[in-house]
C-alpha cells in the first residue's frame, strides 16, 4: 500500500473512491497538485454550459512541459525518456528527458516556421519511431492539436479524417515495418490528399532506410531539411481547457468520431493513474506494447510515463515473428521493464506459438512487477497462462478511447484488490456507474443491461466530439439522460466488480482494435453486384472477434459468387486498410429481418459463435435462419 499522493494519508481503495464522490471538487485539485501549472486552478470543474463539463477552468499549463521539462528541470535530464526498440529493423537507442526536450522545442520551433499556430490541427501518420512521440509532444509544447493516424488504415480513411480536421500540416514518414512487408506511407498520404477536399500546406516527410520517399514540390519537405535552422520554443501556456488531441475512433457509421482530449484534466488523471493504478514511480520503466495510432499508444506509451517521470518503451514490432515469441521477455530484461500493459490478443499470440514459454529460459525478467491487459476482454485461460509463465499480477482493465484511462481497474498502487477471472474489477474514481435496463433504470447486483456513467465524468474524459457538439450529445448523452453511454453492456456482482460482456452497437472488437461493422457495411454495398449486406463480429481464438461478410448478390450478377467475394475483401482492404482483418464472406440470398426491416446481426453472431440464441418475436421469416445456419456451416461456422 503506497500513500495517497498530495494529501499524506495511508488509504485504501473504497476509501480513496469514496472520497472522489463525497467531494470531487476537493480530491480532483489534490490530484492537481501533481502537475506543473503556469496559473494554478482554483476551480475544479466548470458545469455552466453542462452536459459539456470543463475540467481546471482557469488553470493554464502546458502538457510538454509536464513530460518533458519539468524533469529536466528537477534533475533527471540524463534519465532515459525514450527507449526505442525496433526488432523488426534490428534498431534501438534511447533519448534522454534532456535530448527530448530539444527535440520537442525545434519540432515547436519548426512547426511555427511552416505557419501553425496555437489551436491549428496536425496530423501525424507514422510508424513507431520516436519521431512520431516527439511531433506529439511538439505540437502539445506549441499548443497545436494533434492528430495521430494509424498505419494500418487505408487512404480513405485518412482522407476523411483530414477533412475533418483540416490539418495545416501532415507529419509523415516514407514506410513503415511489419513482419511480411514494408508499407509504403507516403503513395497512401499521397492518395489520400487527393481523395481530401482540405488540401494541408505543408506535409513534412521521415525518411527511413528502406524507402526514400518522392516529394511534391511546394509542398513536401524531408524532416531534417524541415528542421534546420528552426528556432527552440519554450512550451506556449495553455488554458487547460484547450484541446491537445482529436483522436478518431469508430462509431456506428462510416464516419469516424474524432474524440477530443483536453490539456489540464487529461494530464491530471493520467498522471494520478501512474502510482495509483499501475504502482509506478518516477525513474521506473514502463512498456506499453500497443501503438501511438490507438488510444493505448496516446496515454500509455507517450504521455502518462512522461508526465509521471518515467521511461517509456516505444517497441516496433510484433509480440510474435519479430523474431520469435521470445521477444516480450528479451524486451523486458533488456530494459528493466517493471509494468508491461498489452491487449490479451499479443499474449493469446505467444501463448500459441510457445504454449509451455520455452523461450521464456533464456531471459531474466525478474524487474516484472506486472502485467496490465486492456482494449477487449480478457478471456480466463490467457490470463491464468500469463500468471502462471510470469509469476506476477495480471490485471485486467477496461478503458476506453473516449475516457482515455480506465473506467474499471484494481488500483495496484493503492490497494491489490482480489483479482476475479472475467472482470476488469472495480470503478475508478470519479467514474459513478449504473448498469441501466433500455427505460434506463438503474438494475441491481448480476443484472445484465448497459453500462452508464453518471454526468459529469471525471478529468481525461472527452468533453466533445470534436467540430460536433451535437453528435456528442446524440450519441453519448440522449439514451439515459444524466448519464455516459458507455456502448458496453455487462453486470456488476455484489462486491462491485464490473463484468464487461458485449458492445450494445455494431462496434466489434479485433485483436484490441475497434472497427465499425456499419462502415465495412458501407463499403461493401458500394460493389456492384452486391444488392445487400451484413457484417458481423464472429468469435476468434487469437483476435478475439473477426469481422464476417454476409452478402446477397443481384439476381443478374453475372460474375461467379468467388469472385464478387475475392473483390469485395479486396474493396474493403482498400478503402478501409488491411487492419480491418476483413478476410471471409459468404454469400446468402436474403438477409434475416425484423417485420420493421432490422437486419438481425446479433441473433446471426449467436448462430455463427454457436451459442444460445432465441428466435426473435419480431422476426419476418423464420425460415431464413436455418439458411444462414446452413451457409454459415459451409465455411467452418456454427457447428
Ligand atoms: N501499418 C500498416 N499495416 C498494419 C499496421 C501498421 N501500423 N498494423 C497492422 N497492420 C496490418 C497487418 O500487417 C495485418 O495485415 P495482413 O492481414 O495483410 O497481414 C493487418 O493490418 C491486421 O493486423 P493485426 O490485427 O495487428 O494482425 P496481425 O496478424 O498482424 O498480428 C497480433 C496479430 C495479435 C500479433 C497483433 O494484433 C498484435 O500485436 N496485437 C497487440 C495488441 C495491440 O496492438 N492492441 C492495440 C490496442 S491495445
Ligand atoms: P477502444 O476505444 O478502441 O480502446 O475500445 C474500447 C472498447 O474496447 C470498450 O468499449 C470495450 O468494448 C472494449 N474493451 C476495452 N477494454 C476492455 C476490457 N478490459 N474488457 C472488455 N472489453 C474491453
Redo the contacts with the bound molecule.
Keep these: 500500500m503506497m500513500t495517497d499522493h498530495g494529501s499524506g494519508y495511508a488509504c485504501v481503495y473504497a476509501s480513496v473512491y469514496e472520497k472522489a464522490l463525497a467531494d470531487s471538487g476537493a480530491f480532483w485539485l489534490d490530484a492537481a497538485a501533481g502537475i506543473d501549472w503556469v496559473t494554478p486552478p482554483t476551480t475544479a470543474l466548470d458545469s455552466q454550459n453542462a452536459p459539456f463539463h470543463r475540467w481546471f477552468p482557469d488553470g493554464e499549463m502546458n502538457t510538454c512541459h509536464n513530460a518533458v521539462d519539468r524533469h529536466v528541470a528537477a534533475g533527471r535530464g540524463d534519465q532515459n525518456a525514450i527507449i526505442y526498440d525496433s526488432p523488426i529493423t534490428g534498431t534501438a537507442y534511447n533519448l534522454t528527458f534532456a535530448e527530448l526536450q530539444q527535440a520537442t522545442a525545434r519540432f515547436a520551433g519548426m512547426l511555427r516556421r511552416y505557419g501553425v499556430r496555437t489551436g491549428d490541427r496536425v496530423i501525424i501518420y507514422m ?1 513507431m519511431i520516436p519521431e512520431a512521440v516527439v511531433a506529439m509532444l511538439g505540437c502539445a509544447r506549441l499548443g497545436a492539436v494533434h492528430s495521430v493516424v ?3 488504415f487505408a487512404a480513405a480513411e485518412l482522407a476523411k479524417r483530414i477533412d475533418d480536421c483540416q490539418p495545416k500540416v501532415i507529419i509523415s514518414a516514407s514506410c ?1 515495418h ?1 513482419p ?1 512487408r514494408i ?1 509504403d506511407y507516403k503513395p497512401l498520404l499521397d492518395e489520400a490528399i487527393t481523395l481530401s477536399q482540405h488540401k494541408p500546406g505543408t506535409c513534412v516527410i521521415y525518411q527511413r532506410e528502406a524507402v526514400i520517399a518522392s516529394l511534391v514540390d511546394g509542398r513536401d519537405v524531408e524532416w531534417h531539411a524541415a528542421h534546420e535552422g528552426a528556432e527552440e520554443l519554450a512550451p506556449v501556456t495553455l488554458k487547460s481547457t484547450d484541446p491537445l488531441y482529436i483522436l478518431y475512433t469508430s462509431g456506428t457509421t462510416g464516419q469516424p468520431k474524432g474524440v477530443v482530449r483536453d490539456n489540464g484534466g487529461h494530464a491530471v488523471a493520467l498522471n494520478w493513474s501512474m502510482p495509483h493504478i499501475y504502482d509506478t514511480q518516477p525513474g521506473e520503466v514502463y512498456w506499453a ?3 501511438i ?2 488510444v ?1 499508444g496516446h496515454s500509455y506509451i507517450t504521455y502518462a510515463p512522461l508526465i509521471a517521470g518515467c521511461s517509456t518503451v516505444l517497441f516496433e514490432g ?3 515473428g519479430t523474431p520469435d515469441a521470445g521477444v516480450f521477455w528479451r524486451i523486458i530484461q533488456d530494459h528493466n521493464v517493471k509494468v508491461l500493459f ?2 490479451p ?2 499474449f493469446r ?1 505467444i501463448k500459441r506459438a510457445d504454449p509451455a514459454a520455452e523461450l521464456l529460459q533464456h531471459y531474466d525478467i525478474s524487474s516484472l512487477e506486472y502485467l496490465f491487459l ?2 477487449e476482454r480478457a478471456d480466463p485461460d490467457t490470463i491464468i497462462w500469463a500468471q502462471e509463465k510470469l509469476g506476477v499480477p495480471v490485471i485486467d482493465h477496461w478503458w476506453q478511447t473516449e475516457t482515455g484511462w480506465s473506467i474499471c481497474a484494481n488500483p495496484m498502487g493503492i490497494e491489490a484488490l482480489p483479482v476475479k477471472l472475467g472482470s476488469p474489477s472495480v470503478a475508478m474514481p470519479g467514474y459513478e456507474i449504473d448498469i441501466l435496463d433500455d427505460a434506463g433504470k438503474p438494475l441491481g447486483p448480476d443484472e445484465l443491461g448497459a453500462i452508464a456513467v453518471k454526468l459529469p465524468l471525471p478529468p481525461s474524459c472527452l468533453p466533445t466530439i470534436w467540430g460536433a457538439d451535437d453528435a456528442f450529445v446524440e450519441k453519448y448523452l440522449t439514451n439515459f439522460p444524466g448519464y455516459y453511454e458507455t456502448g458496453d453492456a455487462g453486470y456488476r456482482d455484489a462486491d462491485g466488480y464490473l463484468y464487461i460482456m458485449a458492445r450494445t452497437d455494431d462496434v466489434i472488437n ?4 475497434r472497427l465499425s461493422t456499419g462502415q465495412l457495411e458501407e463499403v461493401l454495398a458500394d460493389h456492384p453486384d452486391v444488392a445487400e449486406c451484413a457484417v458481423i463480429g464472429v468469435a476468434d481464438d ?2 478475439g472477434q473477426l469481422p464476417l461478410g454476409l452478402i446477397c448478390l443481384y439476381p443478374n450478377c453475372a460474375k461467379p459468387a468467388r469472385e464478387v467475394c475475392a473483390e469485395a475483401v479486396d474493396l474493403v482492404k482498400s478503402r478501409v486498410g ?2 480491418s ?1 476483413f478476410n471471409q464472406i459468404v454469400v446468402i440470398d436474403r438477409l434475416p429481418k425484423t417485420r420493421s426491416g432490422k437486419v438481425l446481426r446479433a441473433t446471426m453472431a449467436k448462430i455463427a459463435d454457436n451459442v444460445d440464441w432465441t428466435m426473435p418475436a419480431t422476426i419476418d421469416d423464420p425460415v431464413i435462419l436455418d439458411e444462414i445456419t446452413t451457409a454459415l456451416q459451409s465455411i467452418g461456422y456454427a457447428k
Design positions: 510508424p494509424f498505419g494500418g513503415g511489419e511480411n508499407v506494447a500497443s501503438d495510432g490507438w493505448v510484433k509480440p510474435i498489452t491487449a490478443t499479443a499470440a486492456a482494449g479485433v485483436a484490441g482494435h487469437l483476435k488491411r487492419v482483418a
